[in-house]
């Protein structure tokens, strides 16, 4: 089945560590997208990618950083700069090449907690 | 820019009753709209989308939608919920050009109660 693998689902860290959240897709997609969901705020972009080896900042880069290697894996690092890391973080996925790439397509999402 | 408002964070109805979740949205160029919905602790599941063409859009689970231009709304409809409709839901848009980031709304909260 095609989609989007996010791993773990549930992810717990010490304060000032930093930690790596996965996220594959083999929809053969272009374009790969972070969010961080906190309660009432809805979905904020993190970091968005297009294309292998680049990748911009949305609108609350801070305290993250991405790679993007493989078109099929867009990993996501919360650092230890993060002030408030405890959120849900979803990744997403679109073409941008055909009529498709008008709608995103969302993985599971992981849920990490630091303490 | 674009943003969006969601005018409620939560709506309880009864079931089997109607229910109408409003979002308006604010752009300076043409946009495409989008309604998700998320069950708890699940990704986002696309509902439906405007793109172009009618304005009254029909999705998945009995859901549609209408684009009213003049009043930068896309509101939510559905004649008859479930139970099963319990969940979160969220409006969104892009612009037609450039980059392809959404911009969601703050969500809503659907109850529907028996």
């Known amino acids: 089945d095609g989609g989007i693998t996010q791993s773990p689902k549930y992810l717990f860290r010490k304060e000032g560590q930093n930690v790596t959240l996965s996220c594959e897709q083999n929809?053969?997609?272009?374009?790969m997208y972070w969010y961080r969901q906190d309660p009432g705020q809805g979905l904020r972009l993190i970091y968005y990618?297009?294309?292998?080896?680049?990748?911009q900042k949305g609108d609350i880069a801070e305290g993250y950083s991405v790679s993007r290697e493989k078109k099929e894996s867009f990993p996501l690092t919360v650092t230890s700069a993060q002030k408030n890391p405890t959120a849900f973080y979803l990744c997403?996925?679109?073409?941008?090449?055909?009529?498709?790439?008008?709608?995103?397509?969302f993985g599971p999402g992981t849920r990490l907690t630091v303490t | 820019a674009q943003s969006v408002t969601q005018l409620d964070s939560q709506v309880p109805v009864f079931e089997e009753a109607p229910v109408e979740l409003r979002c308006n949205y604010s752009?300076?160029?043409?946009?495409?709209l989008f309604w998700y919905v998320q069950y708890p602790n699940q990704g986002l599941q696309l509902l439906l989308k405007?793109?172009?063409?009618?304005?009254l859009v029909k999705g998945i689970n009995g859901f549609e939608a209408e684009f009213n231009k003049s009043q930068t709304s896309f509101h939510l409809r559905k004649p008859s919920v479930h139970i099963s409709d319990t969940a979160e839901y969220f409006c969104?848009?892009?612009?037609?050009?450039?980059?392809?980031?959404?911009?969601f709304g703050q969500g809503t909260r659907l109850t529907i109660n028996p």
């Open positions: 997403a996925s679109s073409a941008i090449t055909s009529a498709a790439s008008y709608e995103q397509y």
């Open positions: 929809l053969n997609h272009d374009a």
């Open positions: 990618s297009q294309i292998v080896n680049d990748f």
């Open positions: 752009s300076s160029v043409s946009v495409y």
């Open positions: 405007y793109l172009s063409g009618s304005t």
């Open positions: 969104a848009v892009r612009g037609i050009q450039g980059a392809q980031k959404l911009v």
